[in-house]
């Protein structure tokens, strides 16, 4: 697995500036799977219902940039949905503007309350997972994290964006099960190690420090990172 995370400046939201940084970061990064003809699941961070001043969300103008540059690169479509812990998967993605964003730019919302069960005979916690049933129509899953702090975890970012994949309301199981830092750690990377397929691009332009994930401040960081590499992304971010 590669383990170079690309990195590459950008100071805005503006459609032209984040488009060029986006493919930029992606071709600097060197090791996106083919998309061409393939169906592709952008996965952004919708913690909750929230604007995107707020830094809580990735911003609608990122994901909405990433569906266009994935269509361009020749995706047969492009999939895009979370699935939050404390609103549904529509409510949090109208309030972020992101559900709009995503069907301006060509791409399809979906809904994330049903589930799969995904094994996971490589977990050292736990052996299988029940995910968004959304991912086997995927070939590849897009993660597009946002840079921020966690109360937890200390950071969050592209490893532990992955754990929207498990529908609202059985995240909180997982929170009740792995309430200690460590075995919540643990268990992100066995979610990591279940999912295959997963190119991430983080959402670094602003980001969040101090109570995060959700209660933090907004913070310009002005950075997009990529990588196929999850945990090398997300030591580069750190």
């Given at each position: 697995m590669n383990k170079i995370t690309s990195a590459v400046k950008c100071a805005s939201y503006s459609p032209s500036e984040l488009a060029s940084s986006l493919r930029k970061a992606v071709e600097l990064s060197g090791d996106l799977?083919?998309?061409?003809?393939?169906?592709?699941?952008?996965?952004?961070?919708?913690?909750?219902?929230?604007?995107?001043?707020?830094?809580?969300?990735?911003?609608?103008?990122?994901?909405?940039?990433?569906?266009?540059l994935f269509l361009d690169l020749g995706a047969k479509e492009v999939l895009a949905g979370d699935s939050p812990g404390y609103h549904s998967s529509e409510a949090g993605g109208k309030k972020s503007g992101?559900?709009?964003?995503?069907?301006?730019?060509?791409?399809?919302?979906?809904?994330?309350?049903?589930?799969?069960?995904?094994?996971?005979?490589?977990?050292?916690l736990v052996k299988s997972f029940k995910l968004a049933s959304v991912i086997k129509k995927a070939d590849i899953i897009i993660s597009l994290p946002k840079m921020k702090t966690h109360q937890l975890l200390y950071y969050t970012g592209a490893m532990k964006n992955i754990f929207g994949l498990v529908p609202g309301l059985k995240k909180a199981s997982f929170h009740l099960r792995?309430?200690?830092?460590?075995?919540?750690?643990?268990?992100?990377?066995?979610?990591?190690?279940?999912?295959?397929?997963?190119y991430s691009i983080m959402d670094g332009i602003t980001a969040m420090e101090g109570h995060g994930p959700g209660s933090g401040n907004?913070?310009?960081?002005?950075?997009?990172?990529?990588?196929?590499?999850?945990?090398?992304?997300?030591?580069?971010?750190?």
């Open positions: 799977p083919e998309v061409k003809g393939k169906t592709v699941l952008l996965k952004p961070n919708i913690l909750s219902a929230s604007a995107p001043e707020k830094a809580v969300t990735t911003h609608p103008e990122f994901v909405k940039q990433c569906v266009l992101i559900m709009e964003a995503v069907k301006e730019a060509g791409g399809t919302w979906v809904d994330f309350s049903d589930s799969v069960t995904v094994k996971n005979p490589s977990g050292k792995f309430s200690d830092r460590n075995l919540f750690a643990r268990m992100i990377v066995d979610l990591n190690l279940a999912v295959k397929n997963v907004p913070r310009q960081a002005g950075v997009i990172l990529a990588s196929s590499n999850p945990l090398a992304l997300d030591i580069a971010a750190s």
